[in-house]
Protein backbone atom coordinates (compact mmCIF):
# COMPACT_ATOMS: atom_id res chain seq x y z
CA UNK A 1 0.00 0.00 0.00
CA UNK A 2 1.27 3.40 -0.99
CA UNK A 3 2.12 5.96 1.81
CA UNK A 4 -0.10 8.80 1.20
CA UNK A 5 1.73 11.71 3.58
CA UNK A 6 5.62 11.62 4.55
CA UNK A 7 6.94 14.73 7.05
CA UNK A 8 10.92 15.12 6.91
CA UNK A 9 12.09 16.92 9.88
CA UNK A 10 15.73 18.91 9.25
CA UNK A 11 16.20 20.29 12.57
CA UNK A 12 17.75 23.43 12.46
CA UNK A 13 14.78 25.54 14.41
CA UNK A 14 12.12 23.89 17.05
CA UNK A 15 9.05 25.78 16.22
CA UNK A 16 7.40 24.16 19.86
CA UNK A 17 10.02 25.51 22.25
CA UNK A 18 11.68 28.12 20.02
CA UNK A 19 15.22 28.99 19.19
CA UNK A 20 17.71 27.05 16.59
CA UNK A 21 18.37 23.05 17.16
CA UNK A 22 21.27 22.36 15.15
CA UNK A 23 23.62 24.88 12.37
CA UNK A 24 25.23 21.83 11.04
CA UNK A 25 23.84 18.52 9.73
CA UNK A 26 25.62 15.70 9.69
CA UNK A 27 25.88 13.44 6.68
CA UNK A 28 24.85 10.55 8.68
CA UNK A 29 21.84 11.54 9.67
CA UNK A 30 20.75 12.39 5.67
CA UNK A 31 21.63 8.69 5.86
CA UNK A 32 19.34 7.40 8.17
CA UNK A 33 16.57 9.60 6.70
CA UNK A 34 17.00 7.98 3.23
CA UNK A 35 17.08 4.87 4.41
CA UNK A 36 13.86 5.18 5.93
CA UNK A 37 12.10 6.14 3.08
CA UNK A 38 9.99 3.43 1.49
CA UNK A 39 7.66 5.39 -1.09
CA UNK A 40 6.65 6.43 -3.29
CA UNK A 41 4.61 9.06 -1.76
CA UNK A 42 1.55 10.75 -2.89
CA UNK A 43 2.37 14.29 -0.91
CA UNK A 44 5.59 14.98 0.92
CA UNK A 45 6.91 17.83 3.20
CA UNK A 46 10.29 18.60 4.05
CA UNK A 47 10.18 21.22 7.11
CA UNK A 48 12.50 22.09 10.24
CA UNK A 49 12.90 26.09 9.59
CA UNK A 50 15.34 26.40 6.66
CA UNK A 51 15.97 23.33 4.78
CA UNK A 52 18.34 25.36 2.60
CA UNK A 53 21.08 25.39 5.24
CA UNK A 54 21.79 21.87 4.17
CA UNK A 55 24.94 21.86 1.93
CA UNK A 56 24.05 21.41 -1.90
CA UNK A 57 25.18 18.20 -2.37
CA UNK A 58 23.33 16.77 1.22
CA UNK A 59 20.30 18.32 -0.03
CA UNK A 60 20.63 16.49 -3.79
CA UNK A 61 21.24 13.48 -2.12
CA UNK A 62 18.28 13.41 -0.19
CA UNK A 63 15.69 14.93 -2.84
CA UNK A 64 17.06 12.53 -5.45
CA UNK A 65 15.69 9.58 -3.13
CA UNK A 66 12.03 10.88 -2.55
CA UNK A 67 9.64 9.65 -4.93
CA UNK A 68 6.59 11.78 -4.69
CA UNK A 69 3.13 11.42 -7.02
CA UNK A 70 1.69 14.78 -6.68
CA UNK A 71 2.51 17.79 -4.19
CA UNK A 72 6.26 17.98 -2.78
CA UNK A 73 6.38 20.89 -0.31
CA UNK A 74 9.65 22.72 1.00
CA UNK A 75 9.97 25.13 4.35
CA UNK A 76 12.14 27.88 3.69
CA UNK A 77 13.56 30.90 4.93
CA UNK A 78 14.06 34.36 3.69
CA UNK A 79 17.62 34.37 4.77
CA UNK A 80 19.29 31.93 2.94
CA UNK A 81 17.67 31.82 -1.30
CA UNK A 82 20.88 30.52 -2.16
CA UNK A 83 20.37 30.26 -6.71
CA UNK A 84 22.42 27.12 -7.01
CA UNK A 85 20.14 25.55 -4.47
CA UNK A 86 16.77 26.57 -5.33
CA UNK A 87 17.81 24.86 -8.97
CA UNK A 88 18.40 21.70 -7.10
CA UNK A 89 15.13 22.00 -5.61
CA UNK A 90 13.49 22.82 -9.35
CA UNK A 91 15.33 19.59 -10.55
CA UNK A 92 13.81 16.99 -8.16
CA UNK A 93 10.68 18.49 -8.82
CA UNK A 94 9.26 20.30 -5.28
CA UNK A 95 6.29 22.58 -6.35
CA UNK A 96 5.22 24.19 -3.22
CA UNK A 97 7.29 26.46 -1.25
CA UNK A 98 6.49 27.21 2.33
CA UNK A 99 8.60 31.03 3.06
CA UNK A 100 8.58 31.62 6.58
CA UNK A 101 7.70 35.48 6.54
CA UNK A 102 9.19 36.62 9.95
CA UNK A 103 12.19 38.53 8.44
CA UNK A 104 12.08 42.29 7.18
CA UNK A 105 13.14 41.08 3.75
CA UNK A 106 10.79 38.44 3.09
CA UNK A 107 9.25 40.87 0.08
CA UNK A 108 12.69 40.51 -1.65
CA UNK A 109 12.87 36.65 -0.93
CA UNK A 110 9.12 36.08 -2.14
CA UNK A 111 9.83 38.03 -5.43
CA UNK A 112 13.22 36.11 -5.99
CA UNK A 113 11.07 32.54 -5.45
CA UNK A 114 9.04 33.62 -8.06
CA UNK A 115 11.96 34.78 -10.43
CA UNK A 116 13.66 31.45 -9.79
CA UNK A 117 9.84 29.75 -11.13
CA UNK A 118 8.38 28.77 -8.44
CA UNK A 119 4.90 29.89 -8.64
CA UNK A 120 2.91 27.89 -5.86
CA UNK A 121 4.06 29.86 -2.90
CA UNK A 122 2.57 30.22 0.73
CA UNK A 123 3.08 33.31 3.10
CA UNK A 124 2.86 32.83 6.74
CA UNK A 125 1.62 35.91 8.79
CA UNK A 126 3.65 35.85 11.47
CA UNK A 127 4.22 39.64 13.02
CA UNK A 128 3.80 40.79 9.42
CA UNK A 129 1.46 43.71 8.37
CA UNK A 130 -1.03 41.88 6.87
CA UNK A 131 -1.60 44.30 4.12
CA UNK A 132 1.94 43.87 3.25
CA UNK A 133 1.57 40.25 2.43
CA UNK A 134 -2.03 40.35 0.46
CA UNK A 135 0.38 43.12 -2.12
CA UNK A 136 2.34 40.25 -3.08
CA UNK A 137 -0.66 38.48 -3.83
CA UNK A 138 0.71 34.48 -3.18
CA UNK A 139 -1.55 31.24 -3.82
CA UNK A 140 -1.67 30.37 0.20
CA UNK A 141 -1.46 32.50 3.28
CA UNK A 142 -0.90 31.08 6.34
CA UNK A 143 -1.93 32.91 9.51
CA UNK A 144 -1.53 32.47 13.26
CA UNK A 145 -3.43 34.65 15.34
CA UNK A 146 -6.12 34.47 18.22
CA UNK A 147 -6.74 37.82 19.01
CA UNK A 148 -10.10 39.72 18.86
CA UNK A 149 -9.55 41.36 15.48
CA UNK A 150 -9.32 37.57 13.79
CA UNK A 151 -12.68 37.46 11.94
CA UNK A 152 -11.41 41.13 10.25
CA UNK A 153 -8.09 39.91 8.98
CA UNK A 154 -9.99 36.79 7.91
CA UNK A 155 -12.55 39.56 5.60
CA UNK A 156 -9.86 41.06 4.35
CA UNK A 157 -7.87 37.80 3.06
CA UNK A 158 -11.63 36.72 1.68
CA UNK A 159 -12.09 40.21 0.29
CA UNK A 160 -8.92 39.59 -1.99
CA UNK A 161 -9.99 36.14 -3.82
CA UNK A 162 -8.89 33.61 -1.51
CA UNK A 163 -11.28 31.11 0.20
CA UNK A 164 -10.35 30.33 3.67
CA UNK A 165 -10.14 25.96 3.97
CA UNK A 166 -8.92 25.78 7.74
CA UNK A 167 -8.88 27.88 10.49
CA UNK A 168 -5.19 29.21 9.98
CA UNK A 169 -5.47 28.65 5.56
CA UNK A 170 -6.54 30.25 2.84
CA UNK A 171 -5.55 29.95 -0.41
CA UNK A 172 -6.42 30.80 -4.40
CA UNK A 173 -8.52 28.10 -6.22
CA UNK A 174 -6.91 24.83 -6.38
CA UNK A 175 -3.65 25.73 -4.30
CA UNK A 176 -4.75 24.43 -0.94
CA UNK A 177 -2.18 22.46 1.13
CA UNK A 178 -2.29 18.96 0.63
CA UNK A 179 0.18 18.15 4.03
CA UNK A 180 -2.72 20.42 5.71
CA UNK A 181 -5.81 18.85 4.65
CA UNK A 182 -4.18 15.38 5.28
CA UNK A 183 -3.35 16.54 9.28
CA UNK A 184 -6.98 18.10 9.61
CA UNK A 185 -9.00 15.41 7.96
CA UNK A 186 -7.18 13.04 10.40
CA UNK A 187 -5.35 10.73 7.71
CA UNK A 188 -2.29 8.56 8.16
CA UNK A 189 0.74 10.30 7.60
CA UNK A 190 4.49 9.45 8.47
CA UNK A 191 6.85 11.66 9.90
CA UNK A 192 11.03 11.22 9.64
CA UNK A 193 13.43 12.76 11.55
CA UNK A 194 14.06 14.34 15.17
CA UNK A 195 10.76 15.33 16.31
CA UNK A 196 9.06 14.38 13.61
CA UNK A 197 5.11 12.52 14.47
CA UNK A 198 3.58 9.28 13.03
CA UNK A 199 -0.25 8.69 13.05
CA UNK A 200 -1.41 5.27 11.97
CA UNK A 201 -4.82 4.67 12.97
CA UNK A 202 -4.95 4.97 16.87
CA UNK A 203 -1.18 4.45 16.82
CA UNK A 204 0.78 8.04 17.04
CA UNK A 205 4.63 8.08 18.18
CA UNK A 206 6.69 10.92 18.40
CA UNK A 207 10.99 10.81 17.48
CA UNK A 208 13.34 11.58 19.66
CA UNK A 209 15.06 15.13 19.75
CA UNK A 210 18.72 14.04 20.48
CA UNK A 211 20.37 13.41 17.71
CA UNK A 212 22.78 10.73 19.36
CA UNK A 213 19.77 8.03 19.85
CA UNK A 214 18.37 9.07 16.49
CA UNK A 215 21.49 7.95 14.76
CA UNK A 216 21.77 4.93 16.91
CA UNK A 217 18.30 3.46 16.05
CA UNK A 218 16.23 4.87 18.86
CA UNK A 219 13.88 6.50 16.60
CA UNK A 220 10.62 7.18 19.48
CA UNK A 221 10.55 9.19 22.36
CA UNK A 222 7.06 8.41 22.77
CA UNK A 223 4.54 5.10 21.63
CA UNK A 224 0.83 6.49 22.23
CA UNK A 225 -2.05 3.96 21.59
CA UNK A 226 -5.60 6.11 22.03
CA UNK A 227 -8.55 4.33 23.42
CA UNK A 228 -11.59 4.32 21.05
CA UNK A 229 -12.65 7.39 22.39
CA UNK A 230 -9.59 9.56 22.60
CA UNK A 231 -9.33 8.69 18.98
CA UNK A 232 -12.65 9.86 17.95
CA UNK A 233 -12.10 13.04 20.04
CA UNK A 234 -9.22 13.93 18.28
CA UNK A 235 -10.71 13.19 14.97
CA UNK A 236 -13.51 15.02 15.58
CA UNK A 237 -11.51 17.95 16.96
CA UNK A 238 -9.19 18.09 14.02
CA UNK A 239 -11.86 18.27 11.84
CA UNK A 240 -13.71 20.66 13.51
CA UNK A 241 -10.63 23.03 12.47
CA UNK A 242 -11.92 22.53 8.89
CA UNK A 243 -14.58 25.26 7.37
CA UNK A 244 -16.33 22.09 5.18
CA UNK A 245 -16.06 20.61 9.52
CA UNK A 246 -17.27 16.63 9.62
CA UNK A 247 -19.77 14.92 7.43
CA UNK A 248 -22.62 13.00 9.75
CA UNK A 249 -21.47 9.67 8.42
CA UNK A 250 -17.81 9.63 9.84
CA UNK A 251 -17.09 7.86 12.96
CA UNK A 252 -16.32 10.44 15.09
CA UNK A 253 -19.30 12.37 14.39
CA UNK A 254 -21.12 8.95 14.98
CA UNK A 255 -19.85 8.42 18.23
CA UNK A 256 -20.38 12.13 19.82
CA UNK A 257 -23.81 12.62 17.69
CA UNK A 258 -25.54 12.93 20.98
CA UNK A 259 -23.10 16.20 22.09
CA UNK A 260 -23.37 18.32 18.76
CA UNK A 261 -26.48 19.58 19.12
CA UNK A 262 -24.36 22.91 20.22
CA UNK A 263 -25.67 26.67 19.59
CA UNK A 264 -22.01 26.95 18.10
CA UNK A 265 -21.89 24.89 14.94
CA UNK A 266 -24.44 24.40 12.11
CA UNK A 267 -25.65 21.56 9.49
CA UNK A 268 -24.07 22.69 6.30
CA UNK A 269 -25.10 20.04 3.32
CA UNK A 270 -24.72 16.49 5.15
CA UNK A 271 -21.61 18.39 7.54
CA UNK A 272 -21.61 19.74 10.70
CA UNK A 273 -19.03 22.63 11.18
CA UNK A 274 -18.62 25.59 13.51
CA UNK A 275 -20.28 28.46 12.71
CA UNK A 276 -16.87 30.91 13.99
CA UNK A 277 -13.76 29.73 14.88
CA UNK A 278 -13.51 31.55 18.00
CA UNK A 279 -15.68 29.14 19.78
CA UNK A 280 -13.57 25.78 19.15
CA UNK A 281 -12.25 25.58 22.15
CA UNK A 282 -15.72 26.12 23.70
CA UNK A 283 -17.43 23.75 21.44
CA UNK A 284 -14.54 21.13 22.61
CA UNK A 285 -14.71 21.55 26.20
CA UNK A 286 -18.46 20.55 26.10
CA UNK A 287 -18.14 17.70 24.43
CA UNK A 288 -15.37 16.48 26.64
Known sequence: ????????????????YGGPVYDYIDDKYIDHL????????TNVYIGGGDVLKLESYQLENLLKEIKVKHHFSIELDVSNLVEDKLEIL???????????????????????????????????VLGKDL???????????????EGNDYGDL????????????????FSKPGFESAQTLIYYNFEN???????????????????????????NGKRFSE????????????????????????????????????????????????????KDFRYLDTVLFDII
Not at 34 to 41: A, N, R
Request: net charge negative.
Open 1 to 16: MMNRALYIQIPFYDFI
Open 34 to 41: IDDLFGPY
Open 90 to 124: KKYGVNRICLRSVDSNFEEGYLKLKEAGFDNISLE
Open 131 to 145: DEVLALNPAHISIYY
Open 154 to 169: VQNILQHGYSQYEISS
Open 189 to 215: HMGLGLGAGSHLGQVRTVNTWEMEDYL
Open 223 to 274: VIYLSREDYYFERLMMKLHLVKGITEVDSAYQYFKDKLNHEYLENRDGYVAL
